[in-house]
């Protein structure tokens, strides 16, 4: 089973689409194990995005995830990293699959509404940085067993 961290960022939250990210992960079939609605440090948006340090688009993208709270949430299933990055779509919208949320909602590669681990070293690494061990609830989605096997 993966776990991926997701964040619905600051353009996702002003434009009222906290929501619309969180059906799209459950109706998939995924179980919601974390989620803090939180505003971003400096620190915390630094060592996120560390390796993106010295790109063209790296001192933007710290103003931008810091500028406006976000939605932070794990989510847990089979193949968990590759569905809730399909969900998503491609980083840039013009590339997204029609259906996917960022070909729905989005325009540019900066407001690109959501973020999702790329691999599961790149989620553990990234769960431990934005959630507490405590923060992760363990529980049952009964319905699971009509999803997956
Ligand atoms: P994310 O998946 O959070 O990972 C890095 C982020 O940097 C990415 O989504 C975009 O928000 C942003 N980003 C990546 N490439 C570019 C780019 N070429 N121009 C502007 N922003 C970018």
């Known amino acids: 089973m993966e776990r991926s961290l997701v964040l619905i960022k600051p353009d996702a939250v002003q434009r009222g689409l906290i929501g619309e990210v969180i059906t799209r992960l459950e109706r998939r079939g995924l179980r ?10 400096k620190e915390l948006a630094e060592t996120h995005y560390a390796t993106h340090i010295g790109k063209s688009f790296y001192e933007p993208l710290i103003k931008f995830i810091t500028a406006a709270p976000v939605m932070a949430m ?4 089979p193949d968990a990293i590759t569905a809730i990055r399909q969900t998503m779509g491609k980083t840039k919208a013009t590339e997204a699959a029609p259906g996917s949320v960022r070909h729905d909602f989005a325009l540019e590669t900066r407001y690109n509404l959501t973020h999702a681990s790329d ?17 992760l609830i363990s529980w049952e989605r009964d319905v699971e067993r009509w999803i997956y096997e």
């Open 32 to 41: 919601l194990i974390a989620a803090k609605f939180m505003s971003v440090s």
């Open 74 to 77: 794990v989510w847990q299933g």
């Open 119 to 135: 691999s599961p070293e790149s989620a553990e690494k990234e769960i431990t940085l934005w959630f507490k061990k405590e923060e």
